[in-house]
């Protein structure tokens, strides 16, 4: 399955909308989409909705918290918004629910 990342902004904040399986094979396609929603965002926080994602390895792991670490040095922050139940217990047990937030969705 191949992955998709479009930008949309919900209210004011930006959002990175990500949709497919997100591995080795993938994770550059996020890993750019991040890159350029953290640039163009400077200073801001930017979300990062996984609802679409049907799979993610720690690759993709590693790459949301490089995004996270990137946007933090430019004085902003990355979020992720996931209600997936599956995908909610792996950030906890990988630890990156405590590196970054997780909601559950965007506020209205």
Same mark, same amino acid.
């Given at each position: ?7 949309? !902004? /919900?209210?004011?904040?930006?959002? !990175? ?7 080795? $094979? ?29 799979? =993610?390895?720690?690759?993709? +792991?590693?790459? =949301? ?22 995908? /909610?217990?792996?950030?906890? +047990?990988?630890? +990156?629910?405590? $590196?970054?937030? /997780? +909601?559950?969705? =965007?506020?209205?």
């Amino acid at each position: 399955m191949d992955l998709f990342c479009r930008q949309a !902004v /919900v209210g004011t904040l930006p959002v !990175v909308l990500v949709s497919g399986e997100l591995d080795l $094979a993938s994770v550059g396609v996020l890993r750019d989409a991040l890159l350029k929603a953290v640039t163009e965002h400077r200073g801001t926080t930017v979300a990062v909705d996984l609802e679409g994602v049907t799979a =993610l390895d720690d690759t993709a +792991l590693g790459i =949301l918290l490089g995004g996270a670490a990137r946007a933090r040095e430019h004085g902003g922050d990355l979020v992720i918004v996931c209600a997936s139940p599956r995908l /909610v217990e792996r950030f906890e +047990l990988s630890g +990156l629910a405590r $590196a970054m937030q /997780v +909601l559950e969705r =965007l506020a209205p």
